[in-house]
Nanobody, 122 residues
Framework: LELVESGGGLVQPGGSLRLSCAVS????????IGWFRQAPGLEREGVLC????????VYADSVKGRFTISRDKRKSTVYLQMNSLKPEDTAKYYC????????????????WGQGTQVTVSS
């Protein structure tokens, strides 16, 4: 399974970005896809996840009401819509795949993308 993130960049506080995670390989629809982020000097943090059935889970309280996750199975792509961005959202964002259901911890994911940088700054 291969995951490729895109959509990162520089955005002003209060702005929006949509990250994409393109999944390819054998049976991508059988995997839950999670978004994680890691800022310099900090541990990797789970943000949101979407399961095979389309159920979503929020792992970072700080993004509740601002970030949403969605999945387009026809395109084998998972999106992370980020609104009302704050400087503390600055991090490298990764998508990762785990079998079927969402899991909160990074070590529970089997496949990872290379990440895309998000910088929130004026």
């Amino acid at each position: 399974l291969e995951l490729v993130e895109s959509g990162g960049g520089l955005v002003q506080p209060g702005g929006s970005l949509r990250l994409s995670c393109a999944v390819s390989g054998l049976t991508p629809d059988y995997y839950a896809i999670g978004w994680f982020r890691q800022a310099p000097g900090l541990e990797r943090e789970g943000v949101l996840c979407i399961s095979v059935s389309g159920d979503s889970a929020v792992y970072a309280d700080s993004v509740k009401g601002r970030f949403t996750i969605s999945r387009d199975k026809r395109k084998s792509t998972v999106y992370l819509q980020m609104n009302s961005l704050k400087p503390e959202d600055t991090a490298k964002y990764y998508c990762a795949a785990a079998a079927a259901i969402c899991r909160p911890r990074s070590f529970e994911y089997d496949y990872w993308g290379q990440g895309t940088q998000v910088t929130v700054s004026s």
